[in-house]
């Protein structure tokens, strides 16, 4: 019984963490996303991430990449992810910052 309990719990988290990715989010205005935006990227207003991050489909275990203009409101999108239990946050700042980043990646 054991044996069998430790092997479904096994199998549980290694297909949690295949199931986590990473997410690209623009959290500048919709009007700013439709003027231009890195490829891939979902738009989530930073004034509602905390709304909206869920019904994106992003969970806590995937590794969310924030960006915006400048670096403010991906900073302020950021701090309020963490409050919600996000852990695998990075913010690339500005847009231009964040392309010159991902092109490293």
Avoid: W
Avoid at 52 to 76: F, H, P, Q, T
């Amino acid at each position: 019984m054991f044996k069998h309990v430790f092997t479904t719990v096994l199998l549980a988290l290694s297909c949690a963490a295949v199931s986590a990715k990473t997410v690209l989010i623009d959290v500048r205005t919709p009007e700013e996303f439709a003027a231009g935006h890195l490829e891939g990227a979902l738009n989530i207003d930073h004034s509602v991430i905390d709304k909206r991050i869920g019904m994106a489909g992003v969970s806590k275990d995937d590794e969310v990449i924030l960006y915006c203009r400048s670096g403010r409101r991906s900073a302020i999108a950021s701090n309020s992810l963490k409050g919600m239990g996000y852990k695998k946050l990075l913010d690339y700042g500005g847009i231009e910052d964040a392309r010159k980043k991902l092109q490293k990646k």
